[in-house]
């Protein structure tokens, strides 16, 4: 690893206190409530966009520049974690995060809600600090268990910020979420700062050469690129699920609203993948582990291939399958990347995290124009297609490391 950006580093990190278990819970609470951030505007645009002065046709802004936002915040601030002292860093991309939530809760202004919807996309990546210092503290014998746990926090936190949403909105106003949110992010910044140990990362180099070597990573790190191209396209498919899925329940079953919030609980359950994950990544499972999660990822979106594919326990089938599966397998990847270079951690996450999020927007993207063009079949056959590339390629690699 002589010519990695590791190379910019003074001797050693920062010692730290032992990471316990009530302090896991703790970074997989703060995970799960700052990501949400992200999720909370999507099944309420419908009630913002007539309150602050946008168009029907513009209220899908609201979304795209938060996720915008999430992306710049991944590629410009989550690096800083090798360079700036991480407890300052996470408590300051916090408080603003807290503001703009906040800001959001209050303005009456199209164009000044639009800008907010960008910050709080750029803040809301404190999430993918945190993961990385925890990775960090941990032991290797239990780093993908412990990486396992904080993730569950995390996936709950994708999962559950819908559903909330809705129901708050549905029964208190779109505005009691974002002042819900507020208070809850000033709760994490309490938490924050009153148990996050000091990490001092060891890099002495510059922004630009921080940002400049995420390009050296990505060039020098096969196992990088791999894991990254698995999970953007099983991301993909989570996304396209989640997004289509509430159409179908709403225009083929009749679900309302709430009934849908409730549909969306049932996610959840895949949150329990996580653990399992890390404790196969500990034993040395990680192959085996990566073949199971792409193949029931796959077999998860078939379900909506047969007859009775349609049907409510058959969408909850899939849901239930695919989250389990995309959960499994981003553990996996975060436990690989972890393990190249220490002391690029927080890049590494930087990378991994875009390639994620670059799946799962186009999955959003798509999901509308599938279903409406040819229904759930459709996005059944696209869901079942691109895991299946993301097996093939597994399946390629490893050939080629075993040649």
């Not at 996936?155 to 029964?171: C, F, K, N, T, Y």
């Not at 949110?181 to 990362?201: D, S």
């Not at 996304?239 to 083929?252: H, K």
């Not at 949150?271 to 199971?292: E, N, Q, V």
């Amino acid at each position: 690893m002589s010519n990695t950006p590791s190379t910019l580093t003074a001797p050693a990190d920062t010692p730290h206190a032992p990471l316990t278990q009530g302090l896991v819970w703790l970074f997989a609470f703060c995970c799960g409530a700052i990501v949400a951030n992200l999720y909370y505007s999507q099944p309420i645009i419908a009630l913002i966009a007539p309150s602050v002065g946008l168009s029907a046709d513009a209220a899908s802004l609201i979304v795209s520049l938060t996720q915008i936002g999430y992306a710049l915040g991944l590629l410009l601030l989550v690096p800083l974690g090798d360079l700036i002292e991480n407890r300052k860093l996470m408590i300051s991309t916090a408080v603003v995060s807290s503001l703009s939530l906040l800001a959001a809760a209050m303005t009456s202004q199209p164009q000044w809600f639009l800008a907010i919807s960008l910050l709080v996309g750029i803040s809301s990546v404190a999430v993918q600090m945190l993961i990385p210092m925890a990775a960090h503290m941990a032991p290797e014998q239990s780093r993908g268990r412990i990486v396992g746990n904080i993730m569950s926090g995390l996936l709950l936190g994708i999962l559950l910020a819908r559903p909330v949403s809705s129901l708050i909105a549905d029964h208190f106003g779109w505005r009691t979420v974002y002042f819900t949110a507020t208070a809850l992010m000033v709760l994490i910044i309490v938490v924050m700062a009153t148990t996050l140990p000091r990490h001092e990362p060891a890099h002495r180099s510059s922004y630009g050469q921080l940002l400049g070597s995420l390009a050296v990573l990505l060039r020098t790190q096969p196992i990088l690129r791999q894991r990254s191209l698995y999970q953007g396209l099983m991301f993909a498919t989570f996304s396209l699920f989640w997004t289509a899925v509430p159409l179908e329940l709403a225009q083929s079953h009749g679900l309302s609203q709430s009934a849908i919030a409730v549909f969306a609980l049932i996610g959840a359950v895949g949150a329990a993948s996580a653990p399992i994950a890390g404790r196969l990544a500990d034993a040395g499972h990680t192959g085996k582990a990566t073949t199971l999660a792409l193949v029931l990822a796959v077999l998860s979106m078939v379900v909506g291939l047969l007859p009775f594919g349609v049907s409510v326990v058959a969408l909850a089938i899939t849901g239930v399958l695919l989250d389990f599966a995309v959960q499994m397998n981003m553990v996996l990847g975060q436990r690989a990347i972890y393990a190249l270079d220490p002391k690029s951690r927080a890049r590494l996450n930087a990378i991994y995290m875009t390639s994620i999020f670059v799946g799962g927007a186009l999955g959003s993207v798509f999901a509308a124009t599938l279903y409406h063009s040819g229904g759930w079949h459709t996005v059944a056959m696209v869901g079942t297609a691109v895991p299946a590339l993301a097996l093939l390629a597994f399946c390629w690699h490893g050939r080629q490391a075993h040649s």
